[in-house]
């Protein structure tokens, strides 16, 4: 049977409405993992926080039990603690060895994660960036999403075409972290991607799980683009994939319609044309 195959830039704003967190991040990973191997040398973009803790341990999974290969993998983190070196618990490196880096064959050397003690912040900022076009860009951005909307640490109203650069982390984002730091005082700055720098990535995967996520995910897919929700600004990338369960994806008002969007189009991929219509 023929098989018709979406060319690039045709699936837009795709969203996939799982039943439970476990079955979306099952379908996150198995995304990451089918870009390497279809592009072993491919670069991502990873995330850090809760949210993506189950996807990279079923990426260490595949890596150990089917042999999917990091070794030429690059990859860039979204954002890091200023103050935090790479040996602190809360650091967004730690989090990276600890969850991903250390159980996968990934060249270090191709791992990065903005360094939290650089003290020249612009220039370390510039690097970053420097360091993702020599890399030939970012082919997959992995991303979380915050309970009011932002995505890496571009709080609301960051500037939708903003670069690498320091930022102030607002109250609500300190509220949210704060537990991870067992009453340590924690940062007030990040160092962190900007939006723009989100928008220039090939494609865009975004997970969210969890209620608390739910207004946020309304927001981001059927609000208005705003910096207020700097996650908004997704609606003016040419691919972006959302995975949710049912409870982040529990206010979408036209969820309906976006199964049907998924049906339709496992039906396309798999070939299934006639019950599309197609050539009947
Ligand atoms: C922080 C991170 C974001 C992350 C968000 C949500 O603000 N900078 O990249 O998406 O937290 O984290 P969690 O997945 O723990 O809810």
Request: net charge negative; with cysteine.
């Amino acid at each position: 049977m023929k098989r018709v195959l979406l060319v690039k830039g045709d699936l837009l704003l795709r969203v996939i409405v799982e039943k439970s967190a476990e079955l979306a991040e099952l379908r996150a990973a198995s995304i990451v993992a089918d870009l390497v191997r279809r592009n072993p040398q491919a670069t991502l973009g990873l995330a850090t926080g809760r949210t993506p803790t189950n996807v990279y341990r079923e990426l260490v999974r595949m890596h150990c039990d089917s042999d999917l290969d990091f070794s030429q993998i690059t990859t860039f983190n979204l954002d890091e603690y200023v103050g935090l070196g790479p040996k602190h618990p809360q650091s967004f490196r730690y989090f990276m060895q600890e969850h991903l880096f250390d159980h996968i064959n990934i060249d270090a050397a191709k791992t990065f994660v903005p360094d939290g003690r650089a003290l020249d912040f612009e220039s370390h900022c510039r690097q970053y960036e420097q360091r993702i076009v020599d890399a030939g860009g970012i082919d997959l951005q992995f991303l979380g999403i915050g309970v009011d909307g932002h995505i890496a640490f571009n709080e609301p109203g960051s500037s939708l075409g903003s670069r690498t650069r320091l930022k102030t982390l607002s109250s609500e984002t300190i509220g949210q972290n704060a537990k991870y730091f067992n009453g340590e005082p924690m940062p007030r700055l990040a160092l962190t991607m900007g939006v723009g720098t989100i928008l220039e990535s090939q494609i865009c995967l975004l997970l969210a799980t969890g209620s608390h996520k739910a207004s946020a995910i309304r927001s981001m897919i059927e609000g208005p683009v705003t910096a207020q929700i700097t996650a908004s600004a997704l609606q003016l990338h040419r691919e972006v994939i959302v995975i949710v369960d049912e409870k982040a994806g529990g206010w979408l008002e036209r969820r309906d319609y976006y199964s049907e969007v998924e049906e339709c189009t496992q039906l396309l991929e798999s070939g299934q044309l006639r019950a599309l219509g197609i050539g009947n």
